[in-house]
């Protein structure tokens, strides 16, 4: 198994470039779930989604969509990025919502100049 | 406000040396708390996964105590490695949602040969 794959691995934008983040996994996990990490801080949610054609808002969703039409996978669009959207993007996958171990992908690195 | 703290931000060690890191978290409902170990440029791995009722999990040379009373968990490193050196995420969650999962910002460990 691959476990979670991200792509690209690392990516640089202008302001006002939309892009789409690229997260599959191989576990057959309904769970799927955005984060961003900044320097100091935890990593904190963007989206999720608990199966195919369903998602949610996370804690900082403003500027980013997804959309969750398979079970594989679950691409992340900045829709007008900007330079505070420059960060690292983990994608985790699990088996249950909330309780269970999270597998996290390799991480994409993204600069906004 | 539910949140993580960790201690100390950051740490160096001698190879060899044992190393205690520190969690505290004002999360409620409690449903478990977990210990992931970050590389650089990686995403997270999970080292140890806990409930309530448990009070110590241990994955080789990593242990976690959690104290549910105090809301306090730490991770004991034994016998340090070179390759021990990372980043170390507590993160609890506070129920079944994946909106529920706080992420601590971590401790930076670094070994010393």
């Known amino acids: 198994n691959a476990g979670v794959t991200q792509t690209p691995k690392f990516q640089v934008l202008k302001t006002g470039q939309s892009m789409t983040l690229q997260c599959a996994q191989d576990?057959?996990?309904?769970?799927m779930s955005w984060y961003r990490q900044d320097p100091g801080m935890g990593l904190r949610l963007i989206h999720y989604s608990v199966g195919a054609g369903i998602t949610d808002q996370g804690e900082v969703p403003n500027g980013y969509n997804v959309s969750r039409s398979t079970t594989e996978d679950f691409p992340l669009r900045l829709l007008s990025a900007a330079p505070s959207q420059t960060s690292v993007y983990f994608c985790?996958?699990?088996?249950?919502?909330?309780?269970?171990?999270?597998?996290f992908g390799p991480g994409t690195r993204l600069t906004v100049l | 406000k539910n949140q993580v703290e960790q201690s100390p931000q950051s740490l160096i060690i001698l190879e060899g040396k044992n190393c205690t890191l520190q969690?505290?978290?004002?999360?409620?409902?409690?449903?478990?708390l977990r210990w992931y170990k970050q590389d650089t440029g990686r995403g997270p791995v999970s080292l140890t996964i806990?409930?309530?009722?448990?009070n110590t999990k241990s994955n080789g040379r990593y242990t976690a105590t959690l104290d549910a009373d105090t809301k306090q968990s730490s991770l004991h490193i034994t016998a340090s490695q070179l390759s021990d050196s990372a980043s170390y995420i507590c993160?609890?969650?506070?129920?079944?949602?994946?909106?529920?999962?706080?992420f601590g910002s971590g401790t930076r460990l670094s070994i010393r040969p």
């Open positions: 993160v609890v969650s506070a129920g079944s949602s994946a909106s529920k999962i706080i």
């Open positions: 576990m057959n996990h309904e769970y």
């Open positions: 969690c505290n978290y004002t999360v409620s409902p409690f449903s478990n």
């Open positions: 985790a996958s699990s088996s249950s919502e909330g309780t269970d171990t999270q597998y």
């Open positions: 806990m409930t309530f009722s448990e």
